[in-house]
């Protein structure tokens, strides 16, 4: 496709059909006026616009709007099924994917178990888990324009190969990318599954227009995702924000660590080390997340009556993992300075509130830069949430671009 020539009306159109189509994602349906109103064309330049998007199959008529002065206007929208994307979520346990369409409308969904055992063929049950999604959304895999997979590791790009995963076993082979790529016939990314979280925060969570922020994350392990300048930052081997391995105050020193949650950070805030602390305190749950969510109740409830012995045990519990998660931060924002962090995972979102409090208390009093902590609030799965995102993105950038020869 030739590109259009800087200032010509072929790039004119280009930049006003993009206007338009973002306005449709936003605000959609629109009525013509509208779209005109939203983007500052004349009402003759945005039939035409519209009359062009809809040859090129990027919009549909969606009825009319009544009830409004003058004549019966038609509202027009983004046509989903001019593309579908596929994002997954990849775990020792289960491959997640979800299947989305242009608009953003997620259209199916498969949960693939994974055994854990060597000689997985990571091909075959990628294949099967995004066979799965798209007959759920009622299409085959080569409808799919792309597929945006977050795993519990990262692929660093000098090698092609995963790294920090070594609890997901199958995934370590050369040429990762291309070889699920070409194996599937469609076009594959890989993220960090943290990073992944950290844009469905930048795109509709708390972190929603932040330049410059951090996302930590604890379920049964511990990671971050660091964005700079709007832009995710992976490092040089993929591993930017890895910092379960990190050295901690109060912890053994490790050497030579290699697998999958270990490391100081890991030690003293992971799933497991949370539930360690919690059971200390008397609290007990089949997890990190339940024993902490009954603390964190506990605190609540005490803080809207005479304090009890429970309420006591429980501001404990919660001020020590606090200060550990505190200490945690304050290293990351003294080389960093971010302007916001954000607290997400089963573990930290079990905490609510008042571990979000409390966290950002001891933040403060260790470092000199005080960024505000917030709690996330992106709903369901973040990690498949960031996939659809970056796969929509991507492919809109391509697809937007196709109205203007």
């Known amino acids: ?65 009544e009830g409004l002065p003058g004549r019966t206007a038609e509202l027009y929208r983004i046509n989903g099924a001019a593309a579908h994307v596929a994002g997954a979520d990849v775990t020792p346990a289960r491959i997640r994917a979800s299947v989305a369409d242009l608009a953003g409308t997620v259209v199916g969904e498969h949960t693939l178990p994974t055994p854990g ?10 294949a099967a888990a995004l066979d799965g999604a798209a007959a759920a959304a009622g299409l085959t895999r080569d409808r799919l324009d792309r597929a945006v997979v977050g795993i519990q590791g990262a692929v660093d790009p000098a090698t092609g190969r995963l790294g920090y995963a070594s609890h997901i076993p199958g995934w370590h082979i050369p040429d990762l990318v291309d070889t699920l790529s070409g194996g599937l016939g469609v076009r594959v990314a890989i993220e960090n599954d943290v990073n992944l979280a950290a844009l469905a925060e930048r795109a509709r969570g708390r972190a929603e227009g932040a330049a410059d922020f ?37 912890a053994p020193l490790m050497r030579d660590v290699r697998r999958t949650h270990t490391g100081g950070v890991h030690s003293l805030t992971g799933g497991a080390a949370v539930l360690r602390l919690m059971r200390e305190h008397g609290f007990r749950g089949r997890d990190a997340a339940t024993a902490l969510s009954r603390a964190a ?35 990351v924002v003294a080389v960093i300075d971010p302007a ?15 571990l979000r409090a409390r966290v950002e208390q001891h933040l403060h009093s260790l470092t000199i830069p005080r ?16 996939a659809l995102q970056q796969a929509l993105q991507e492919t809109r950038d391509e697809v937007f671009t196709t109205t203007v020869p």
Do not use: C, F
Request: hydrophobic fraction near 45%.
């Open 1 to 65: 496709m030739s590109m259009p020539v800087p200032g010509t009306p072929s790039l004119l159109r280009a930049i006003n059909d993009r206007a338009a189509l973002e306005a449709l994602l936003a605000r959609g349906p629109l009525t013509r006026p509208q779209i005109s109103d939203l983007t500052g064309l004349s009402k003759p330049t945005a039939s035409q616009l519209l009359a062009r998007l809809e040859q090129a199959g990027l919009v549909v008529r969606d009825g009319v709007r």
């Open 117 to 126: 055992r060597t000689g997985v063929d990571v091909v075959a049950r990628m």
């Open 214 to 250: 951090v996302l930590l994350w604890v379920a049964d392990g511990v990671g971050m995702a660091v964005v700079l300048n709007g832009a995710l930052h992976r490092g040089a081997t993929g591993g930017a924000g890895e910092i379960g391995y990190m050295p901690a105050v109060g």
């Open 297 to 331: 109740a506990d605190v609540e409830t005490a803080g809207r009556r005479t304090a009890t012995d429970a309420g006591a045990r429980a501001e404990r519990a919660l001020t020590e993992l606090a200060t550990r998660l505190g200490a945690t931060l304050a290293t």
């Open 340 to 354: 916001l962090v954000v607290l997400t995972g089963d573990v930290l979102r079990a905490g609510g509130e008042p």
């Open 371 to 386: 960024p505000e902590v917030r709690l996330s609030t992106v709903q369901g799965n973040p990690v498949l949430a960031g």
